[in-house]
């Protein structure tokens, strides 16, 4: 069964303290990996599509990593408008068409 | 470009009753996702629809249905309801199936 496991569940940091949030999946055949982000009392909010072990993805403060195993969402900097639910998705094959399997999410508080 | 709309953003039903919620996807998009969120589970998925078909159905009981009609819009029905159909419904639309999908606000359920 495909499994998608996101660590840790909740952190906190400080404006300016880089850190990374983990996915770990078990999946046969990926087709890609998304990073989506929530913020509470809204629909998540696209990110990154990963799609081969290697890849890497940037986008402002946020840099996406996969290898085959896990993926790495680095957060460089943070501000606390970074503040919100940080979901991992995995796509398994073409024929699963859109059908993504979420992991639980990583909760990031950023304070001033 | 309009984003991934939903209706009604609320809604409060008693159990046994049914219910249809609404989802027009942002436009040009031909595929449209369905998902369950609640505390507990998480993101779950539901269904896809592309060109009016069901592409793809997850592990839900036949009282989730859904349909979409040639405008791409597309309805999700879900009848004799219970308790713990209590969540957050969100729709995702793509450009075509198995591309990154783009969430709308979702509609909360609350099943008394």
């Known amino acids: 069964e495909d499994q998608v496991t996101q660590s840790p569940e909740a952190l906190r940091l400080q404006e300016g303290e880089s850190s990374s949030l983990n996915c770990s999946y078990t999946?046969?055949?990926?087709?890609?990996l998304f990073w989506y982000r929530q913020d509470p009392g809204k629909g998540p909010e696209f990110l990154f599509t990963?799609?081969?072990a290697g890849e890497e993805k940037e986008k402002e403060r946020l840099k996406a990593t996969l290898t085959k195993k896990e993926s790495f969402l680095h957060i460089t900097a943070p501000k606390p408008e970074d503040s919100a639910t940080y979901l991992c998705?995995?796509?398994?094959?073409?024929?699963?068409?859109?059908?993504?399997?979420f992991g639980e999410g990583t909760q990031l508080t950023v304070n001033p | 470009k309009a984003g991934v709309t939903q209706t009604p953003r609320y809604l409060i039903k008693t159990r046994g009753q049914q219910v249809t919620l609404s989802c027009s996807p942002i436009?040009?998009?031909?595929?449209v996702s369905w998902y369950q969120q609640t505390p507990g589970q998480g993101l779950q998925f539901l269904f896809e629809?592309?060109?009016?078909?069901?592409?793809n159905k997850g592990n839900f009981p036949g009282r989730f249905s859904g349909r979409q009609f040639s405008n791409s819009r597309s309805e999700m029905n879900v009848s004799t309801l219970e308790l713990g159909d209590s969540a957050l419904y969100l729709c995702?639309?793509?450009?075509?199936?198995?591309?990154?999908?783009?969430f709308g606000p979702g509609t909360r359920l609350t099943v008394l």
């Open positions: 999946v046969s055949g990926l087709r890609g």
């Open positions: 990963l799609y081969s």
């Open positions: 998705a995995v796509q398994k094959s073409l024929a699963s068409g859109s059908r993504l399997t």
């Open positions: 436009s040009g998009h031909r595929s």
């Open positions: 629809y592309f060109s009016e078909t069901q592409r």
């Open positions: 995702a639309s793509s450009l075509i199936s198995g591309r990154e999908q783009f």
